[in-house]
């Protein structure tokens, strides 16, 4: 056995949560670099007046604190195990939506573009925020 294969040997034996560095001082309880995180709810539950669930205001912590770039880096080392690339469903939704952006406008003509920024740009310079004034 070679060193590459003792290396793949051992991170099957870890779990993707282990390899983050707040993962001894965490407690989230749906935990986006567990590889059951599509199965896992947030511990309290209880149901919103229109019918959502909500995490109970009593659960000490239900937000994962380490970075996205830490956790996308950590899952990159798992693609079989973690489908949501080590994101919550929140921040997967953002991503897809952000790229989804992006194709879209790289495939708009260039005149298009030009003329759209220069839409902006009157428009910020008729906001009151856009103007670089306090308010």
């Known amino acids: 056995m070679n060193a590459n294969e003792s290396t793949e040997k051992e991170k099957s034996s870890i779990y993707p949560e282990e390899e983050c560095p707040k993962f001894n001082r965490c407690s989230v309880n749906r935990c986006p670099l567990s590889k059951d995180y599509s199965k896992l709810i947030t511990m309290w539950m209880e149901t919103a ?19 996205i770039k830490v956790r996308e880096k950590i899952a990159f080392n798992y693609p079989q ?11 997967l939704i953002r991503k897809r939506q952000g790229l989804a952006a992006r194709l879209k406008w790289d495939s708009l003509p260039e005149e298009e573009k030009a003329a759209r920024i220069a839409r902006l740009a009157e428009a910020r310079k008729t906001s009151p925020r856009g103007s670089g004034k306090k308010q």
């Open 49 to 67: 007046s229109d019918g959502k669930l909500v995490p109970f205001t009593g659960d000490p912590e239900t937000k994962c604190k380490a970075s």
């Open 81 to 91: 195990l973690l489908p949501n690339f080590g994101l919550t469903d929140d921040e």
